[in-house]
């Protein structure tokens, strides 16, 4: 949860960064860095996913409505 977390963190810090660029897209931030983009949540989740495989990154929407993701074994507050 702590990796998770520090992703969170950077994805909130360099977000004023990614409006122009990103806006209207959900963005999976890895190692502090942006490794994909889609405006679809769901198929760039997917894909990081099997990128990544066992890694840990964070989906942020940049300019979207949040959402809120079941996933089971985690609870954000």
């Known amino acids: 949860m702590e990796r998770w977390e520090k992703e969170r963190r950077a994805f909130h810090r360099t977000l004023p960064t990614l409006s122009p660029a ?10 502090g860095r942006v490794v994909g983009a889609d ?3 769901d198929r760039l989740f997917h894909r990081v996913e099997q990128r990544y495989r066992a890694g ?3 989906i942020g929407g940049v300019g979207v409505e949040d ?3 079941d996933m ?6």
């Open 22 to 31: 990103y806006d209207g897209l959900f963005v999976a931030v890895r190692g």
């Open 39 to 41: 405006g679809d949540h």
């Open 67 to 69: 959402r809120v993701a």
């Open 56 to 58: 840990t990154f964070f």
């Open 72 to 77: 089971p074994g985690f609870e954000v507050v």
